[in-house]
């Protein structure tokens, strides 16, 4: 914009006369950009409550989709067209990838860190616990939670630990 009027270059800051819409260039392409994400999360939200036919819907995800096609189109072309795309490539081929010995220092410095913030510790301990419990939860608990429907209200027992619910559910 600072080459269509000069005036802009500062945003009408810095003792530059202040110019009409300044506010709505620098914001407006980026609202604009978005609009179309918004319309297809409504779409999602829409499509998965059940409330709406299908094929109602059909024409407005197709213009959600070829606006956001278009918009992807248009930042590799201004990827392409600057340079950016051989910026990168360039800069992929010159770095030297160590894959697995770059992991292991990555993951000794996550461990070093654990190791001097004790609250970090208590947290990844407590994390840990939960990946083993969901992992391991078949041999931890190795029945169907609805076998035994007609167990209401049950206490606690060496069959169901933490008793069962009002429906009959296993609260383990």
Request: aromatic letters at 12%; glycine letters at 10%; charged letters at 15%.
């Amino acid at each position: 914009y600072a080459i269509i009027d000069p005036r802009l270059r500062h945003g009408g800051a810095k003792g530059s006369e202040a110019v009409p819409g300044v506010g709505w260039l620098k914001f407006g392409p980026w609202a604009l950009a978005g609009v179309p994400w918004f319309v297809l999360l409504v779409l999602v939200i829409a499509s998965s409550t059940g409330r709406v036919e299908p094929a109602t819907l059909l024409p407005a995800w197709i213009a959600a989709g070829v606006v956001i096609g278009l918009e992807f189109a248009a930042l590799l072309y201004f990827a392409i067209s600057h340079g950016l795309v051989a910026q990168v490539v360039k800069t992929l081929r010159e770095t030297s990838f160590s894959g697995i010995s770059h992991a292991w220092e990555i993951a000794r410095a996550a461990f070093k860190f654990l190791r001097r913030h004790k609250p970090a510790m208590v947290g990844m301990a407590l994390i840990m616990m939960m990946v083993v419990a969901a992992v391991g939860a078949q041999w931890i608990a190795p029945y169907d939670p609805m076998e035994g429907m007609n167990r209401f209200h049950e206490p606690a027992s060496g069959e169901f630990w933490l008793g069962t619910d009002s429906q009959g559910r296993d609260l383990f």
